[in-house]
DNA sequence: AACGAATCCTGTGCGC
DNA sequence: TGCGCACAGGATTCGT
């Protein structure tokens, strides 16, 4: 469900409540998620641990705790982390609940259970970081790195942005959106683009990120920010689930195709 | 090495 | 109304 800036949507909302509890307990529910550490390692590792940061990196959250050891977060595609004040009857779907030392509770809810809940032990590094590219704000992210990366790879630039490697965070949604926003060809080889059209590709895509964060995300279908409300950014999409429908650029009714077995929205006039 | 495809799950919405 | 099928925002693993 959740690509970059949902992420970061809930970052945003728990960080400020949550950095300085602690953890008291943990309960983990009947069916595991693809990847998740046993209860008797949250319980080694995050119970009676403040909870010191609350970071980001590419889809992941970080929970570092006091001691060092850290709580690393995958929504895979209809995870949600929710808060709640009071204890209540909790939805269906739970799979993992963290109470605070204030009496609240950090619901971990996901439908198809393909998220990711793990504790890295202190000084310990999470080995599926190391496969995450660069974040899309960093200024280390460049069109001249983007070009030299991509020399003699004949790999589909919506693909491209998709795997993650180069730069982190990007899903489909996103990869649809900025790919439309600048002009690009979501088919056209890596190898085949100039500095300057990785300039303008990474241009659209930090433009349409913050957008996206500021909109509080987009619910498609699944996703919400920790207090349990949608995001507005899908009354943005120009491209994204839209086929058969208008181009808001050029009228042209958007095209739709699949590559690496996800939907790809386009329009073919603005995207030659 | 660098691709694409299959896979892990459950829920929803469509056509018949 | 019910059934079967296609599809869904991600990452990993396997085959070519």
Redesign the pocket.
Known sequence: ???LP?VEVIRRGLAPVLVGRSFIAVTTGP?RL?RQSSAVEFRRWVIRRRLQELDRR???LLFRLEGGATLLV?L??TGRLLLQKKPGKPP??VHLTFRLDDGSRLLYQD????GQVLVFPPGERPP?LD?VGLEPFSPGLTPDLLRQRTRK????LK?FL???SAVAGI???YACEILHAARLSPTCP?ERLSVEDWARLLRETRRILRAAIRAG???????LNSRGETGLFQFDLAVYARAGQPCRRCGNPVSRLS?????TYFCAQCQG
């Open positions: 469900m959740p690509e949902e069916a693809r590419g889809k992941y995958h895979g595609m269906a779907h439908v198809r259970r393909f599926p496969k790879r004949k790999k589909p693909s998709l795997d993650g899903g489909n949604i890596v995300g987009t619910t498609v279908a699944d996703f590559q690496a077995g996800r939907s």
